[in-house]
């Protein structure tokens, strides 16, 4: 082994944001601080986004605590994010840990849906994600350096190779784990981002150890089998920057393939997932076959019925509390006002009435202020018909005497003894 890789063999273990010491291996490594340099932070959201979901659990007497503090902590990190970093690479981005956000991410969801009185250990698995970009040091040896391929090459084949991670296929519920974090670190099989998310962590880990001293940029594949790949950023094409995977892509997409995942109205792959709910609610102008017609009516009922009677999560049928998690902390990373509408749907289905008029109108309000370019294709006057409707039908349930009364009138999970 060389001289470079043996200084990795000292009797100390790195932690997260530590250089490679200069001094005696007994001496504890000096801590790099992560500094934001792009920027002021974005302020924080609005006190007046008072979300359901948590508030709605609690109320059913569902211990919702482990939750808020995930969200609250996931808040924190994309507090930080300014106007630049958002659209910084995933590989050079310093003002916000993405390894400990997308796991923040994961213990909310899974204080949602396990009911554990411990919550997620995230610092466990930081420091697993650490061990992960140490572990390349006894890999890494002079024939690495003999080019920024070879190097770069190296850091794939111990992902990909010796690591054995793969890309899973999978979006949907029925293999969720390849969409958390925490689940990619122990089953090794996970989504195009967060390979991603794992790649750049690794990348910038050696970073701050002085073994990365070149740009780097991470290759998002959006094709099926691709597999995210680092390049030298001095060699990337025009055709590469489609694929630049930036802070605000990637906190979206993590988040965008849990909404797919676990959306309740998993019927007709073909509309949006807001026209699959506004159907399901009768928002949708649709002249096609009796048979397909039935079948769409029939999945309604059946998550309608589910949701009456306190079960918001099933194979096959989505995940109500995890689509509404997934929608609002997309609306706290400000992507795309859309999300508000979407949210606004489900809430309906939920019977959270008051709820879902405010956002359905905070969406409206929106859409209003920002430049507007028409309208060409079917499916988004399609679904500005159907959020018409929505907003009509909710103005009237407005009307009607008493509609305010309720807080939560649904029946969210408490103890129920339905399997998760």
Sequence with gaps: MSSASSVFLAPFKFSRFRSVPSISPSSPPPRCPVVCRSGSPQPPPSTDLRFALHDALESSGF??????????????????????ERETSICINRCVDLGRTALYIAAEDGSLVSQSPNPLPVDTFLESLDDLSMGYCSHYNSSCRSSRENFLESIEK???????????????????????LHSVLTHRSGSA??????HSEILKMLRLWGLLDFDVEIFFPHDLPGLPRAYDKQKSKESDQPH???????????????????WPFQHDGADS?????????????????????????ASAKAVQHRLDHGVWTGFRFGDMKRALSACERLILLTTDPKEMRDYSVLLYHCGLYEQALKYLRLYQDTKSSSPQNPLTDSLS????HAAEKLMVRLNLIAMEEGWTRSSYIRNFPGNNSEPW
């Design 244 to 262: 630049i995977m930036t802070v605000q892509m990637l906190l979206g997409e993590i988040l965008r393939n849990l909404k797919d995942a676990f």
């Design 158 to 180: 111990y992902l990909y190779v010796k690591k054995g991670f793969w890309r899973s296929m999978a979006k949907n519920q029925a293999e969720p784990h390849s969409l958390y």
């Design 273 to 297: 997932l807001f026209l699959r709910a506004a159907d399901a609610a009768n928002c949708v102008d649709k002249f096609k076959g009796f048979e397909d017609r039935g079948y769409r009516l």
């Design 63 to 84: 211990d919702a605590s482990h939750a808020r503090t995930a969200r609250k902590s996931f808040v924190s990190q994309i507090q930080k994010l300014s106007v630049i």
């Design 381 to 384: 006057n399609r679904e500005e």
């Design 193 to 198: 981002v967060m390979l991603s998310l794992i």
